[in-house]
């Protein structure tokens, strides 16, 4: 039954291409009319790949194909042949996904997006195939074709937490000190953009996770150094203040931390919450003899 539901699609998706074509549609419309369709087959077969029939994979396959062989300059041809590979992917058909991925790449090269996603992918299927040494060349070819994009940052810390989980230590201490030289690299030359400010948290978060918090604090003032008028800055020393006290169990450090934030700051939307530290602090440590804020008090 499902087959020949599938089969009265297919002859609809044929009439309807026959049909925009004797009506004397645009390329434009009628490529995206034949995408419409293709992309309902598609998502049915993201929705539950495992229970996608083979006939159905084939059919939505061959509706991807059709629009890349009448309208093989169409804007959104890179995209349809990323989804027939990922068609596969899905399906576990790993090879045959390495290679739509890699038709991909040969066909669309200035597309450094999709390619980007195509060469994530291929790594993906070794992964999935149990084949690290192979999806780690695939990784470190992204890393170094696309050394500022975001999925290479995300791949540096990736990489190190593999060997982390499957306790390599010596290899996860090496992925992770080459990731910090890429981000400090980045710092360096992206500073006052995203792309730096991005970087500073991926350091913060390798410290975090390696509970190095000399280093994490350190990072912390570097980033109030390098920027102290900005709001990252101002959320630095409120999250130095926050590691004094609740890592490291130093209130006293905490709460003149906590002050400087006050004091520098006195608009952030934090002040009231480090006034509140404050006030816990002089209150559980009376041996300090700190001296909570005193509060503005609100003139009605």
């Given at each position: 039954?499902?087959?020949?539901?599938?089969?009265?699609?297919?002859?609809?998706?044929?009439?309807?291409?026959?049909?925009?074509?004797?009506?004397?549609?645009?390329?434009?419309?009628?490529?995206?009319?034949?995408?419409?369709?293709?992309?309902?087959?598609?998502?049915?077969?993201?929705?539950?790949?495992?229970?996608?029939?083979?006939?159905?994979?084939?059919?939505?396959?061959?509706?991807?194909?059709?629009?890349?062989?009448?309208?093989?300059?169409?804007?959104?041809?890179?995209?349809?042949?990323?989804?027939?590979?990922?068609?596969?992917?899905?399906?576990?058909?790993?090879?045959?996904?390495?290679?739509?991925?890699?038709?991909?790449?040969?066909?669309?090269?200035?597309?450094?997006?999709?390619?980007?996603?195509?060469?994530?992918?291929?790594?993906?299927?070794?992964?999935?195939?149990?084949?690290?040494?192979?999806?780690?060349?695939?990784?470190?070819?992204?890393?170094?074709?696309?050394?500022?994009?975001?999925?290479?940052?995300?791949?540096?810390?990736?990489?190190?937490?593999?060997?982390?989980?499957?306790?390599?230590?010596?290899?996860?201490?090496?992925?992770?000190?080459?990731?910090?030289?890429?981000?400090?690299?980045?710092?360096?030359?992206?500073?006052?953009?995203?792309?730096?400010?991005?970087?500073?948290?991926?350091?913060?978060?390798?410290?975090?996770?390696?509970?190095?918090?000399?280093?994490?604090?350190?990072?912390?003032?570097?980033?109030?150094?390098?920027?102290?008028?900005?709001?990252?800055?101002?959320?630095?020393?409120?999250?130095?203040?926050?590691?004094?006290?609740?890592?490291?169990?130093?209130?006293?450090?905490?709460?003149?931390?906590?002050?400087?934030?006050?004091?520098?700051?006195?608009?952030?939307?934090?002040?009231?919450?480090?006034n509140t530290k404050m006030e816990s602090i002089a209150m559980s440590f009376p041996q300090l003899g700190l001296k909570p804020p005193i509060r503005k008090r609100i003139v009605e």
């Open positions: 039954m499902n087959n020949i539901f599938m089969s009265v699609k297919c002859r609809t998706f044929i009439c309807m291409i026959g049909l925009l074509l004797l009506v004397g549609c645009s390329k434009e419309y009628m490529a995206e009319r034949m995408c419409w369709y293709a992309n309902k087959l598609y998502a049915q077969i993201i929705k539950n790949p495992d229970k996608s029939s083979e006939y159905e994979v084939k059919m939505t396959i061959g509706a991807f194909q059709d629009i890349l062989r009448i309208y093989p300059e169409w804007d959104n041809a890179s995209q349809l042949q990323f989804n027939i590979a990922n068609i596969y992917f899905l399906k576990k058909k790993y090879p045959q996904a390495r290679k739509e991925f890699k038709n991909l790449q040969d066909k669309y090269p200035e597309q450094i997006n999709m390619c980007l996603q195509a060469q994530m992918s291929i790594g993906r299927t070794y992964e999935m195939e149990k084949k690290w040494d192979k999806a780690l060349v695939c990784y470190q070819k992204i890393i170094t074709d696309y050394p500022v994009s975001y999925p290479t940052l995300q791949l540096l810390c990736y990489i190190a937490d593999y060997y982390d989980a499957y306790k390599q230590d010596d290899k996860a201490q090496e992925a992770y000190v080459q990731a910090i030289n890429h981000y400090e690299r980045l710092i360096k030359d992206y500073t006052g953009t995203q792309v730096e400010a991005t970087a500073w948290e991926f350091i913060l978060d390798i410290y975090k996770k390696q509970k190095q918090y000399d280093k994490t604090v350190e990072t912390l003032q570097r980033i109030i150094n390098a920027h102290p008028e900005s709001n990252r800055a101002a959320v630095a020393l409120y999250e130095m203040a926050a590691m004094y006290l609740d890592v490291l169990k130093k209130p006293e450090e905490a709460f003149g931390y906590y002050k400087s934030f006050v004091v520098k700051y006195p608009e952030h939307k934090l002040v009231q919450s480090a």
